[in-house]
């Protein structure tokens, strides 16, 4: 009995040996590692009353304070943008309609000063085109927004305060509702905040 006994534990060292030889081939699995924290875009500061100077298509230094007292509307574009070319002649036409209502359309081309050049020649505008790279791309971002769609379009109310931002194409609905709050605004009907939330709506 008592070799029985040695024999029956000696079998079940062995097997012990035996699983803790396997146990310890298994690779050991780190616990995984907590996810990377994403940190978010640094904001963008919002200039409340944007200046710049930029060349026009022949080369002359056009500053934004040439229109003070009007209320701009400032469209960012680009010959090779189709909504973009889509917007230009209702804008033509929202200039003819309302020049004398205090608004003024001032294209801003990111583009090349050639491209931009020969696309006028067909284009016809009858509004100013500036034209800007990085420097335009730095006048949009200064809406608060990070510039990456075109076309895009800045509200300047006429004492020169930035009040708002349009993503994407202009249609008619949109330039009338324009004209309809900065024109309300003008007349002390709303105020900038009314002004910002109205024009958030379009």
């Not at 056009?62 to 400032?74: A, F, H, P, Q």
């Not at 801003?108 to 050639?114: C, G, N, S």
């Not at 505008?125 to 769609?149: C, H, K, R």
């Not at 002390?188 to 379009?202: H, M, P, V, W, Y």
């Amino acid at each position: 009995m008592p070799k029985v006994f040695l024999m029956f534990v000696a079998a079940l060292v062995a097997l012990m040996a035996g699983a803790l030889f396997y146990a310890a081939r298994i690779p050991v699995q780190n616990a995984p590692a907590p996810a990377a924290m994403i940190a978010p875009p640094p904001a963008i500061e919002v200039v409340s009353h944007p200046t710049f100077s930029m060349p026009d298509i022949s080369g002359t230094p056009r500053d934004l304070s040439e229109w003070d007292g009007k209320n701009r509307i400032l469209n960012f574009w680009a010959t090779w943008c189709a909504p973009c070319r889509r917007e230009i002649p209702l804008l033509k036409t929202f200039q003819d309609e309302q020049q004398g209502n205090g608004f003024q359309v001032i294209g801003i081309a990111v583009d090349f000063a050639e491209e931009v050049a020969r696309y006028a020649e067909s284009a016809q505008f009858n509004y100013p085109v500036l034209v800007g790279e990085q420097d335009a791309m730095t006048l949009a971002e200064s809406s608060g927004i990070q510039f990456g769609v075109l076309p895009f379009t800045m509200f300047i109310a006429s004492d020169g305060e930035y009040v708002g931002s349009f993503i994407g194409e202009l249609h008619r609905k949109q330039l009338d509702a324009i004209v309809d709050i900065m024109t309300r605004l003008e007349r002390g009907e709303l105020s900038k905040d009314g002004t910002r939330e109205a024009l958030a709506r379009l």
